[in-house]
């Protein structure tokens, strides 16, 4: 005789466990496909909740993108933050770059769904997006270990971020092996943390000049 117990269901979130749910699922899937494999509806089937569940936490697919976006950046900042503390000979911008590095090519569906895709273009100022990029940006700019002058810091750390993204986008898409240049992608970034160092101790030691000759 079959029970007449109801059964439990096989995954029961409670007090906002299904948006935290859907936001790894989604990274998992944007781990494999980037953003065009994340579906609210697949999601939804994978997790066993009813298709209308993840609305209550998100209004749409773009906000969900948003989220997970976010919690995206908060890993990479997360790496970031590791690599510069560890005790190291290396400057903490060469750690830096190189974990960027590292992650861009370990992790490209992701590294896509944070650089690639318009999300963070359309986060608004002030949205969890918009303050996870600031802080990821704000360690680029601490790892250049200079005080403020204006704003080269942050003029220097655009230029490098800039860079880096382009290796890690070249080496995605075949285009950049370093064979042209006998250089390998890590040898090229560091190249860029001397140049930027050197730069930007160049442009400092001018500002610095020049205001002193206004004086």
């Known amino acids: 005789m079959r029970s007449q117990l109801a059964r439990k269901p096989q995954k029961s979130y409670h ?12 990274l998992r899937e944007a781990e ?21 569940a993840p609305y209550r936490h998100f209004a749409d697919r773009e906000a969900l993108l948003a989220a997970v ?10 790496i970031l933050r590791e690599a510069m503390a560890k005790p190291s000979q290396q400057s903490k911008l ?16 992701i590294y ?11 986060a608004a100022k002030g949205s969890e997006l918009h303050e996870a990029t600031r802080e990821t940006f704000a360690l680029v ?11 080269l810091r ?11 993204h382009g290796v890690v986008t070249l080496a995605e898409q075949g285009l950049f092996t370093g ?12 190249d860029f943390v001397t140049e930027t160092k050197i730069a930007l101790a160049t442009a400092i030691k001018d500002a610095r000049r020049k205001a002193k000759t206004r004086v």
Do not use: Y
């Open 112 to 122: 896509r769904l944070m650089f690639a895709s318009r999300t963070v273009s359309c």
């Open 179 to 190: 064979e042209a240049a006998h250089a390998s992608r890590e040898e090229l970034v560091e």
């Open 69 to 78: 976006t976010a919690e995206a950046f908060r890993q990479l900042s997360a």
């Open 32 to 52: 494999q496909g980037g953003v065009e494999a994340i579906s609210i509806k697949a999601l939804a089937k994978q997790l066993g909740v009813s298709q209308p």
């Open 154 to 164: 942050e003029r220097h750390a655009l230029k490098i971020w800039a860079a880096l």
């Open 141 to 151: 700019i601490e790892a250049l270990e200079v005080p403020a002058v204006g704003f």
């Open 94 to 109: 060469s750690r830096l770059a190189q974990a960027t590095l590292d992650f861009g090519l370990r992790r490209n569906g």
């Open 15 to 26: 007090h906002g466990d299904l948006r935290d749910a859907l936001i790894k699922a989604a």
